[in-house]
């Protein structure tokens, strides 16, 4: 879903206004924020059973997620974000 603020309920009424703009940007960027934190405390402490799959994942998808991350560094900083080698295949 791209722009899942508006799934949420009440706040379909903001699509297309300059607000939902704003407020789906703010929740999509809080959205990867949690998920990038549970990321590393799952490849920091991963249950024991779950570790070698959890390493395979991370080592498998490791240029995707560094590259969503450059991304949004940029972003927030203002800059261009695209470096040839920033691709997100597979993501």
Do not use: W
Not at 9 to 18: D, M, P, S, V
Request: proline fraction near 9%.
């Amino acid at each position: 879903v791209p722009e899942p603020y508006y799934n949420e309920a009440g706040y379909e009424k903001q699509i297309g206004t300059q607000e939902g703009r704003h407020n789906s940007q703010q929740y999509n960027e809080a959205t990867l924020l949690l998920a990038l934190k549970h990321l590393l405390l799952t490849a920091a402490h991963p249950l024991p059973p779950f570790a070698p799959l959890v390493a395979a994942h991370l080592a498998r998808r490791r240029p995707a997620i560094l590259a969503r991350c450059r991304r949004m560094v940029a972003m927030a900083s203002g800059e261009e974000a695209g470096r040839p080698d920033d691709s997100e295949a597979g993501a």
